[in-house]
């Protein structure tokens, strides 16, 4: 997630310099065709190009919503992570009597966050994080799950054993939450805890389930292939047609010109078709960058710093003086 204002004007210049440079490339061969070599048969009417232009707009646009929409459902679901962690931090603190009893519901806890936020972690095919144009933003910030391996991470949490059967299973989340849900079990039949304290930790347990569940869904079904195959189409059908629909516009103005532009004007074609096609593959790389929220991302949901949040809670709930280090204030993306 990034922490500024906003992104500069540079840093965006800079992020969509390569379709720049394949705009000014489509710009500069029609012109150089029609002015140079006198191909001016090579003319669009530029109602053809508008038509393409507003289907091509309608189709960036449904793109953008629908990836807004699942960055924001992301969101909503780490929301709701944040807040059922603190009901169970809170529950497992005043029900039982042990303090021990407490810490080992708490940290089982800790350990499925931690599994969680690795399994979203994992690269997809249809995920942009490792495109260059991604891939080199990335020095402005780190991957907490690429630095550290979770077999690192787990005994911190869960007893040896417990450990390596979570590492061995095929669903390491579902696995702690399946041992989360046999340990309060055995609490409920050693008398460690009551039955209205164990239903209320079945209920959580549950909520934490579909979360998982929800989460999951958005990790491994990506915004429907066939859709962003024709937006990708369209966009680039609309960026090469569109300089060949300028040609006659502009060579129309030296009419109205003298001087040094007479006879030039067409050579404008290039600037102004790369400040308009430019709007549209923004548009696309923005969109494409947004539409997997926990591939690892500078628009990523933090979801690294929402566990460590819920850990350097929980833990003060337990009087631990053990606190887990927030990220860098002066960090400008932080996950």
Same mark, same amino acid.
């Given at each position: 997630?990034? #922490? ?95 303090? &021990?009893?407490?810490?080992? #519901? ?51 949490? #869960? ?7 979570? #590492? ?11 041992? &989360? ?155």
């Amino acid at each position: 997630m990034h #922490l500024g204002k906003s992104y500069k004007f540079s840093e965006f210049l800079f992020w969509t310099r390569r379709q720049i440079y394949g705009l000014l490339i489509c710009g500069s061969v029609p012109v150089f065709l029609y002015k140079t070599l006198g191909l001016t048969w090579l003319s669009v009417p530029l109602t053809v190009v508008v038509l393409l232009g507003t289907a091509t707009s309608f189709i960036v646009g449904f793109k953008n919503a629908q990836t807004y929409n699942r960055a924001m459902e992301a969101q909503h679901i780490w929301t709701s992570i944040l807040s059922a962690s603190r009901l169970w931090g809170i529950v497992a603190r005043d029900f039982p009597v042990d303090l &021990q009893v407490s810490k080992e #519901l708490v940290h089982r806890h800790l350990a499925w966050l931690t599994t969680l936020r690795y399994e979203l972690r994992e690269p997809r095919i249809w995920e942009s994080t490792d495109k260059p144009f991604n891939a080199e933003y990335q020095r402005f910030y780190s991957i907490p799950e690429r630095e550290i391996e979770l077999q690192d991470l787990l005994p911190l949490y #869960l007893p040896s054993t417990e450990a390596t059967q979570v #590492l061995s299973s095929l669903s390491k989340p579902t696995q702690v939450l399946s041992l &989360q849900g046999a340990a309060i079990s055995r609490l409920l039949a050693s008398g460690k805890i009551n039955g209205s304290f164990y239903m209320e930790l079945e209920r959580t347990l549950r909520e934490l389930i579909d979360l998982q569940g929800s989460a999951e869904r958005l990790k491994n079904f990506p915004y429907p292939r066939q859709y962003a195959t024709i937006n990708m189409l369209f966009v680039r059908f609309f960026c090469l047609l569109f300089p060949f629909g300028l040609l006659q516009e502009f060579n129309k103005l030296n009419d109205s010109v003298t001087g040094l532009m007479h006879g030039n004007m067409v050579w404008l074609v290039v600037p102004f078709s790369v400040m308009v096609s430019w709007m549209y593959t923004s548009l696309e790389q923005v969109g494409e960058s947004t539409e997997n929220p926990f591939e690892g991302g500078a628009n990523d949901v933090p979801i690294s710093m929402l566990c460590r949040t819920i850990e350097r809670e929980l833990r003060d709930m337990l009087g631990d003086a053990e606190m887990p280090p927030m990220p860098d204030q002066a960090a400008i993306v932080v996950l």
